[in-house]
T-cell receptor, first 114, second 111 residues
Framework: DAGVIQSPRHEVTEMGQEVTLRCKPISGHDYLFWYRQTMMRGLELLIYFNNNVPIDDSGMPEDRFSAKMPNASFSTLKIQPSEPRDSAVYFC????????????FGPGTRLTVL | SQQGEEDPQALSIQEGENATMNCSYKTSINNLQWYRQNSGRGLVHLILIRSNEREKHSGRLRVTLDTSKKSSSLLITASRAADTASYFCATEGTSYGKLTFGQGTILTVHP
């Protein structure tokens, strides 16, 4: 298995631009998670899906952030408009429902908003 | 605030020594997991311990869990330079499948 795939690996954009991050979970996994990691705040859970349905989006910072999972093999995290404080590494992870399983992380997307 | 808080924030040891990291949490959990993150990479799962377990081993790793004190420890024996990484504890509470991560311990193992 290729593991969790994220694209792009690096993204540099200017403030105000729209940014779309992409994730392909491990085939057969039921859960998909989006995290953000910064030095100041550590690893924060933004949103997670179960069987393509958003379960908890309480970690999404504000309305500028949105996430979708149109099918079991693809998810997007969109920031519109982007701001410099959104600069971070964004991770996608997936896991199985049962038994209580570990999360498998992708390599991350390093986002820099100028 | 973070559910899991690791202690110490940074640990520097020599190759061959043991490394111990601690994690404290605040609410009831279903399980506690430890992850490792090498610089510039995603997190990698190391070990999972359920709330009804007290100790677990995996290779050079030993994890303990004390639910009465809401704390866990990760012991890495006979450390190697390749163990240099950040280590995170993560707890699964009442929301099935959802993990809350601590701030991590940065471990440096000198050859």
């Amino acid at each position: 298995d290729a593991g969790v795939i994220q694209s792009p690996r690096h993204e540099v954009t200017e403030m105000g631009q729209e940014v779309t991050l992409r994730c392909k979970p491990i085939s057969g996994h039921d859960y998909l998670f989006w995290y953000r990691q910064t030095m100041m705040r550590g690893l924060e859970l933004l949103i997670y899906f179960n069987n393509n349905v958003p379960i908890d989006d309480s970690g999404m910072p504000e309305d500028r952030f949105s996430a979708k999972m149109p099918n079991a093999s693809f998810s997007t995290l969109k920031i519109q408009p982007s701001e410099p404080r959104d600069s971070a590494v964004y991770f996608c992870a997936s896991s199985l429902v049962s038994p209580p399983d570990t999360q498998y992380f992708g390599p991350g997307t390093r986002l820099t908003v100028l | 605030s973070q559910q899991g808080e690791e202690d110490p924030q940074a640990l520097s040891i020599q190759e061959g020594e043991n490394a111990t990291m601690n994690c404290s949490y605040k609410t009831s959990i279903n399980n506690l997991q430890w992850y490792r993150q090498n610089s510039g990479r995603g997190l990698v799962h190391l070990i999972l311990i359920r709330s009804n377990e007290r100790e677990k081993h995996s290779g050079r790793l030993r994890v303990t869990l004390d639910t009465s004190k809401k704390s866990s420890s990760l012991l890495i024996t006979a450390s190697r330079a390749a163990d240099t990484a950040s280590y995170f504890c993560a707890t699964e509470g009442t929301s099935y499948g959802k993990l809350t991560f601590g701030q991590g311990t940065i471990l440096t193992v000198h050859p």
